[in-house]
């Protein structure tokens, strides 16, 4: 079996609305060899889901909910700070901080 992937699926949800988690992270090193002999040759590719039910399935949705929450604000963030950068007016322009109406 190939070496594991740093980005391998952490998370899965069935045509029919179950959550499962995989625990192939949690398994020791003989638990991990145990299984690579039991999958057949050539398998590169594996996921151990554990379904989630009740509480702890809603708190991980929630926690992801948040994630994506905090990821969609840093990425509208990131695109506003890109569009703002680009409109600074140059030096002697009439938007120029030097040529600015006082107050």
Do not use: H, Y
Not at 60 to 87: C, P, Q, Y
Not at 89 to 95: C, E, F, I, N
């Amino acid at each position: 079996m190939a070496k594991r992937r740093a980005n391998q699926a952490a998370l899965a949800l069935t045509s029919n609305g179950l959550l499962l988690v995989n625990i192939l992270s949690l398994l020791s090193e003989d638990q991990l060899e145990a299984l690579r002999q039991t999958l057949p040759a050539g398998t590169t590719e594996c996921f151990v889901g554990v379904p989630a039910r009740g509480a702890p399935a809603l708190a991980i949705l929630a926690r992801l909910d948040d994630a994506a929450a905090e990821a969609a604000a840093k990425w509208v963030g990131a695109g506003r700070t890109a569009t703002r950068s680009r409109s600074t007016p140059k030096a002697g322009s009439k938007r120029s901080p030097k040529n600015a109406p006082r107050r």
